[in-house]
C-alpha cells in the first residue's frame, strides 16, 4: 500500500466492487480453446492505446479484444492479420 500514491495503472484478477466495470465480449463457450495467456493479451492490448494516449474505454476495448483473439487459440498465438478497429 506505500506505494500506491506511484501507481498510475494496476491490473489485478479479483472483482471489483467499487470501479467502473466494462462488460467482456460475449463469446460462445464451444469457440474457447484455451486461456493461456488470455491475462497478458489483455494487458498487451490495453497498454497499446495507453501509450497512444487513448480514453480508458478504448484501452480497455482493445484489451477486451487481444484476450478475446487469444482463448479462441492454441497457446499464446495471434493471428498473422488481426482485425482491431
Do not use: W
Amino acid at each position: 500500500m506505500q506505494v500506491m500514491p506511484y501507481v498510475d495503472v494496476l491490473f489485478g484478477n479479483e472483482t471489483a466492487t467499487r470501479s467502473k466495470t466494462f462488460p467482456v465480449l460475449k463469446i460462445d463457450p464451444k469457440d474457447m480453446v484455451d486461456t493461456n495467456g488470455a491475462g497478458d493479451a489483455f494487458v498487451g492490448g490495453f497498454l497499446s492505446e495507453l501509450v497512444q494516449d487513448k480514453p480508458l474505454d478504448q484501452c480497455v476495448k482493445a484489451a477486451h479484444y487481444a484476450a478475446n483473439v487469444i482463448i479462441r487459440r492454441a497457446g499464446c498465438t495471434f493471428p498473422e492479420k488481426p482485425d482491431f478497429k
